[in-house]
């Protein structure tokens, strides 16, 4: 009985629950405002109606994602006084205009980059167009970095604790999910050893990514041990469209010249020490070199942007505590996505690449919710003879976004795009590879939040001899998984009803 008690008692304390009910309590409060003001006067609902109708005008007119568009046209046309009132409320997927001053202080506050020789013209120029890209957003292109790519987080841990363990100057990490466990127990002793030894350890994590798994006490403890902590963009009672904003990147930085990121976060199940769904297989990667430059920015431009600091980028250069040259293995360009700023980095590159292939394009990803831009991209590719193909997972952790992953199967099928599901579980892995030469690695998924609203990060890969391994693992992979027929597809039409409907609703999901 005790225990039961206890159990309530915990779930009624929960912050998500509390935090939950008071936004149920807000949207109640709201609807019934809005339908008594409605009632009140037939010309108020006359007017809200007209205004609807110059919002519709005003969507159909603005530049923007289809799928979202579309969703919010169906949804006034049905109801179109409630309708316009929740699009002008929360329609504009923009951030919020005091994050985005905020993250352009940031930037501003650690003063100007140091200028870069480019190394773009040493390139083939079809793989040249995508660096360009970057670099005119801000992200060099680096020479002289070593790249190690991991087929499993598992390869990647042990790994990256020799790394920290070996930390003299600062430490900085980036984290969507944090959960007590083997890994973070792990790290965490780590981190609290090293600001003990004078090393700054500066950690960031995503406040609604980790709201549901994160520790008790997590931020008292790092801070009592020294670690500065900071939770991005915290999770509050309130009807907020910023809220869909979140820091979805997953970043380490040592010292200025080691530097990892891919898909994990630090959470037993993405190194297989906890069951969830099946064989979890995510894929990371660790830069030695120069190239890291570009993560440390990230770093300090974001945390900058909330903190009082002295930063300045100068301090934290890749040679500042490796006076020697670094080996060369190819060319690497990290990047990262933002809804704050005006470039839609993400979907461009994967656009890119599509473009790009003549032989092949491989791609993981656990979760397939493209638009229209991005369908026709890869059936475009698929139709011109290039090998494109997708692994997905075999066993989902968010069954209506598998069926919404599953929607798009037939078409690309059609169109000679080869689709796989894992079969030993659950790919977490984002990457691309395409022709042996250009690859890409990171945190970004193929879906609308991915793509639209979180702020995210990869590494461009070029010739590097990481690209080997990573091929290897694709080829590995399709073995181990199940390829997808129009058969199967043909099996599932009874729920295309169903599909059609996650389909309108897929920027929300």
């Known amino acids: ?44 609902n006359a007017g809200f109606v007209v205004l609807s109708l110059f919002i519709e005008l005003f969507i159909i007119s603005k530049n923007g994602n289809p799928s979202y568009k579309i969703l919010w046209l169906l949804f006034i046309g049905t109801f179109p006084v409630l309708g316009g009132m929740l699009y002008v409320m929360f329609g504009d997927k923009r951030p919020s205009r005091r994050m985005r001053r905020h993250l352009h202080h940031g930037k501003r506050a650690i003063g100007p980059r140091p200028p870069t020789e480019s190394v773009l013209e040493q390139l083939p120029s079809r793989n040249a167009a995508t660096g360009i890209c970057l670099e005119r957003c801000g992200f060099p292109m680096y020479q002289h970095t070593q790249v190690q790519y991991y087929s499993l987080a598992d390869e990647a841990f042990p790994q990256m604790v020799e790394d920290l363990r070996r930390a003299k100057h600062y430490i900085f990490m980036e984290y969507f999910i944090i959960s007590d466990g083997i890994m973070w127990e792990t790290i965490k002793q780590i981190l609290k050893n090293k600001a003990a030894k ?51 990147r997953k970043i380490t930085v040592i010292d200025g010249y080691i ?26 990667v660790r830069l030695y070199g120069e190239g890291v430059y570009n993560l440390t920015l990230m770093c300090l431009e974001l945390w900058n942007a909330f903190q009082e600091t002295k930063d300045r980028c100068e301090d934290y250069q890749p040679y500042r505590y490796h006076p020697k040259p670094f080996p060369s293995d190819g060319y690497v360009q990290p990047y990262c996505n933002s809804p704050f700023e005006n470039e839609m980095l993400a979907q461009e590159i994967y656009l890119d690449l599509l473009a790009q292939a003549t032989r092949y394009v491989y791609i993981f990803t656990p979760y397939l919710a493209i638009d229209d831009e991005m369908q026709h991209a890869l059936c475009a590719a698929a139709r011109r003879g290039v090998d494109v ?113 996650l389909r309108t609703f897929s920027p929300l999901l």
């Open 259 to 284: 530097g990892y990121t891919g898909g994990f976060n630090l959470a037993d199940e993405y190194i297989n020490q906890l069951k969830r769904f099946g064989h979890w297989k995510d894929t990371g």
């Open 1 to 44: 009985m005790r225990r039961k008690m206890k159990k309530v008692i915990s779930l009624l304390t929960n912050r998500l629950v509390i935090i939950g009910v008071l936004i149920l309590f807000q949207i109640a409060w709201f609807l019934i405002l809005f339908f008594s003001l409605i009632q009140y006067a037939g010309w108020i």
């Open 198 to 248: 004078g090393v700054e350890v500066r950690f960031v994590y995503d406040d609604l990514g980790s709201v549901g798994c994160l520790p008790k006490r997590f931020q008292k403890e790092l801070r009592e041990a020294g670690v500065h902590v900071m939770g991005f963009n915290p999770f509050r009672p309130a009807l907020s469209a910023v809220m869909n904003n979140r820091n979805h």
């Open 389 to 501: 193909r997708i692994v997905t997972p075999g066993i989902p952790d968010k069954r209506v976004v598998y069926s919404l992953t599953r929607s798009y199967y037939e078409t690309l099928l059609r169109a000679g795009v080869r689709i796989y599901e894992y079969t030993p579980g659950f790919i977490h892995a984002k990457s691309y590879l395409v022709d042996d030469t250009i690859g890409v690695v990171g945190t970004i998924n193929m879906d609308y939040r991915s793509l639209y609203l979180h702020m995210e990060c990869a590494v461009l890969m070029i010739q590097c001899s990481a690209l080997e391994k990573l091929k290897l693992d694709y080829i590995v992979t399709f073995e181990k998984s199940k390829r997808v027929t129009i058969r199967d597809c043909k099996k599932r039409r009874h729920s295309r009803l169903w599909q059609a409907i």
